[in-house]
């Protein structure tokens, strides 16, 4: 027997404020006792192991914020980095669109099945968890979401559970990149139908997420209606770009930050196969970092079949520097 269960993960993490909100609890519960309300997970109280003593642990034992988060910051792990770009046409490409390249690549080439990733309601911008299986539904759903919380793992639990797919790929901000790769070292058997589907990760570079419910107020205190914005970039303030043409300059307050947030000492996802952001790249280019094997293969692939350019990336200084800056904010 699991000599921890939710009711552990709900004293050290839940109740402590630490959740990363990363949503595999939820995820791997076989039960599905937890589920996500105001952005905080909460429990039905019907987990088996504490019910009958049937051996569980699945959400504890996968947390990032048990054990092992404080040890994940900086550069991480590099086998090599990249300036890149899609050679793909993509409207809503984020930077370069290299991330949507790789993985278009990877579904018409069969390497994996499905992409889990978040989607977006494009007239109120609320976000949610999704599965992609096209090459298409990949160009349809460009651009990054990862801007406001969503429990993005649960469109994984649905693909396990239908049983329809053997190779998933994953793209999430760091502390899901840490509780997957938690996960897919775990010895705790009721994980296992869930880490043998994995075959790659792909990590945002992230400083916070936001609250949604609060940022929509922050829009409408502005005037501006989520259904005209085409574009949000986060520099100090939030930058929004309207389908008008027009943009909006919206000032950042601290308390916009999910609680959260404020115990990650990671921006660059180290525990993804390859990571992904705009800092260290000219604008139209995205900074790529390969972690791994894994991650150098599927980026070749893309390079291989014409749908991604790169250049090596001589200097990793400037996306050390935000790191450092991450870390020392929330490290006090």
Not at 182 to 198: C, I, P, Q, Y
Request: hydrophobic share 35%; net charge neutral.
């Amino acid at each position: 027997m699991e000599a921890h269960n939710y009711t552990s993960l709900k004293e050290q993490v839940w109740n402590t404020l630490l959740c990363s909100g990363c949503s595999l609890c939820a995820t791997v519960c076989p039960m599905k006792t937890i589920y996500f309300s105001d952005e905080m997970p909460v429990s039905y109280n019907l987990c088996k192991n504490e019910k009958d003593n049937v051996p569980c642990g699945a959400c504890y034992s996968s947390c990032p914020r048990i054990d092992t988060y404080k040890d994940k910051y900086g550069l991480g792990p590099v086998l090599n980095a990249y300036t890149a770009r899609s050679t793909i046409p993509i409207e809503k490409q984020q930077s370069g669109g290299a991330v949507t390249a790789i993985l278009y690549n990877a579904l018409e080439r069969k390497l994996i099945d499905r992409v889990v990733t978040v989607g977006q309601d494009h007239t109120t911008m609320q976000t949610y968890s999704i599965a992609l299986s096209t090459p298409q539904e990949m160009i349809t759903h460009a651009g990054s979401k990862y801007i406001w919380y969503t429990p993005s793992l649960l469109a994984l639990r649905d693909l396990i559970e239908a049983g329809i797919t053997r190779k998933i790929a994953i793209i999430g901000t760091p502390c899901v990149m840490q509780a997957l790769r938690k996960m897919m070292e775990s010895d705790n058997a009721v994980l296992n139908r869930f880490k043998d589907h994995v075959a790659l990760l792909i990590g945002v570079f992230c400083t916070e997420i936001f609250s949604y419910d609060r940022a929509m107020q922050l829009f409408k205190d502005a005037s501006v209606h989520p259904a005209d914005v085409k574009r949000i970039d986060i520099k100090k303030d939030m930058l929004l770009e309207l389908y008008n043409g027009d943009t909006v300059t919206i000032p950042l307050p601290r308390d916009l930050m999910r609680r959260g947030c404020a115990h990650c000492l990671d921006f660059t996802a180290v525990d993804s196969d390859i990571s992904a952001g705009s800092i260290g790249s000219y604008e139209g280019f995205t900074t790529l970092i390969t972690r791994n094997r894994t991650g150098e293969y599927y980026l070749n692939s893309a390079i291989e079949n014409g749908y991604l350019e790169t250049s090596t990336l001589e200097t990793l200084d400037k996306v050390e520097t935000f790191a450092q800056r991450k870390y020392k904010r929330n490290k006090k």
